[in-house]
């Protein structure tokens, strides 16, 4: 029988809560997700405006006419794209966009549909379905910061990600200024100032060539330079902040939080940082291990002897040495550490993961509504029969005389936090030990099935 292997993965209580919160990771099915209640809402809405008018008479009663926008661009765009949805949201910027649309346009449009009274019961427990289901901005402004880890990870420049032509495949629709400004911005509030100050700068060069005095989203140019300055002061860089603040009060003399804030920094004592910006190591333990293992590769440190083995780390409390694996197994990672173990999986428990991972959760987003109150809401299919068998075989391994004593097996794929899923244990304390994990993405799941696990 063929089997496959398993990553475990060591962390410290701080580093999982801490993660949890920071770093918050969607996946493919997710997005598949989004653009599935996208495409059903552009169906309702049409239908429910069409209503509306007919039921006031062609009046529009509720102000909901000028949502028709947002639903036909909506809707040529689905048009377009057709069968190739799988291709569309393999696109970071295509994310971007689809989450932004939901987040804030058809948060809006469902929120105007529910306090209609032509919004019978079945359709608002629909309405009220999909609402839990799509981003939040808080959300969305995760997914916008993310999009800087193709800069810092992924090998792209900036200007590239601006353009959003990343390998030679573009986008659907390009960034336009507010949606660079957003990630901007996005940058600032996580407190990551390099990225805040080149992204904001681009914008507000911009907003100055072409006489930009305001944004969609209500970011002013005065606003911008502002956030700009804040970054710059932020590393230490005083004298650029004053330039762009003096730079901004050529353009609007009248502006009093500039002359405050320019004020402010003339009488700074510190003396400012000379040269261009870069980009500071995090002061957060937890964000410095996430950079440094998404930055390095992983290289596999194999055992001299032919046998390979690692060094298991006992519970904390216990005052005894390193134990050596009696199985076949590679350290991948030392900080966290994470341990790849060979042949723990057999074919069936493989391609059940598979099916869970990937199938049933890829056909509970599209799958149609049957009654009223059905979900939209991918369902957490953890606690199959064979999930506590291969729990129990895990545990079984002769790793150390010591195991953890809480340990747990946990199918991250819950949400937009993807990873950070709940927490099914029936303690107030969090799960700690090892991690068997996996992310079920589309291309690893279906085009490296020597890896699903």
Request: aromatic share 10%; hydrophobic share 35%; with cysteine.
């Amino acid at each position: 029988m063929k089997y496959y292997n398993v990553i475990f993965v060591m962390w410290v209580t701080s580093f999982v809560n801490s993660v949890r919160v920071e770093h918050s990771l969607s996946t493919y099915v997710n997005f598949e997700k989004y653009f599935g209640i996208e495409e059903e809402l552009i169906t309702l809405a049409d239908l429910f405006l069409k209503h509306e008018l007919r039921s006031h008479e062609g009046e529009d009663v509720h102000k909901i006419l000028n949502m028709t926008s947002t639903i036909d661009d909506a809707k040529d765009l689905h048009r377009e794209i057709g069968l190739s949805y799988r291709d569309y949201i393999k696109h970071p910027v295509n994310t971007f966009l689809l989450a932004k649309r939901l987040a804030t346009k058809w948060r809006e449009i469902i929120n105007r549909l529910l306090e209609s009274s032509s919004c019978v019961k079945d359709l608002r427990v629909k309405l009220q379905n999909m609402e839990d289901a799509i981003p939040e901005k808080v959300d969305f402004k995760k997914i916008a910061y993310s999009l800087t880890n193709l800069n810092l990870y992924g090998g792209f420049s900036l200007d590239e990600i601006i353009k959003g032509n990343l390998n030679g495949y573009a986008p659907k629709q390009a960034f336009s200024l507010e949606d660079i400004s957003d990630i901007g911005h996005a940058s600032y509030d996580r407190e990551d100032y390099y990225y805040a100050y080149k992204i904001l700068s681009y914008v507000y060069d911009r907003m100055k060539s072409n006489r930009i005095n305001e944004l969609e989203n209500g970011i002013t140019i005065g606003n911008q330079a502002s956030r700009l300055s804040s970054a710059c002061y932020k590393m230490g860089h005083i004298d650029k902040a004053k330039a762009v603040l003096s730079e901004l009060l050529k353009i609007d003399s009248k502006n009093k939080i500039a002359k405050r804030n320019l004020e402010y920094y003339i009488a700074v004592t510190k003396k400012s940082k000379t040269g261009e910006p870069k980009r500071k190591r995090s002061t957060r333990k937890s964000q410095r291990y996430f950079e440094e293992m998404c930055r390095s590769q992983i290289k596999e440190m194999l055992s001299k002897s032919t046998r390979l083995e690692c060094l298991y780390f006992p519970h904390r409390k216990q005052d005894v040495p390193y134990q050596k694996s009696r199985v076949k197994a590679e350290v991948l990672h030392r900080t966290p550490l994470i341990i790849k173990f060979y042949d723990v999986v057999d074919n069936d428990t493989a391609k059940a993961v598979a099916f869970m991972a990937y199938k049933q959760m890829s056909e509970s987003n599209i799958i149609g509504y049957k009654s009223s109150i059905q979900s939209v809401a991918v369902k957490d299919r953890t606690y199959w029969k064979w999930v506590p068998k291969l729990q129990t075989k895990i545990l079984g391994l002769k790793m150390s005389k010591f195991p953890p004593k809480l340990t747990s097996f946990m199918v991250n794929e819950v949400g937009i936090d993807g990873y950070a899923a709940r927490n099914n244990s029936k303690t107030k304390y969090p799960p700690v030990g090892m991690y068997v994990t996996f992310v079920s993405m589309k291309d690893l799941l279906l085009q490296n099935n020597e890896n699903i696990i």
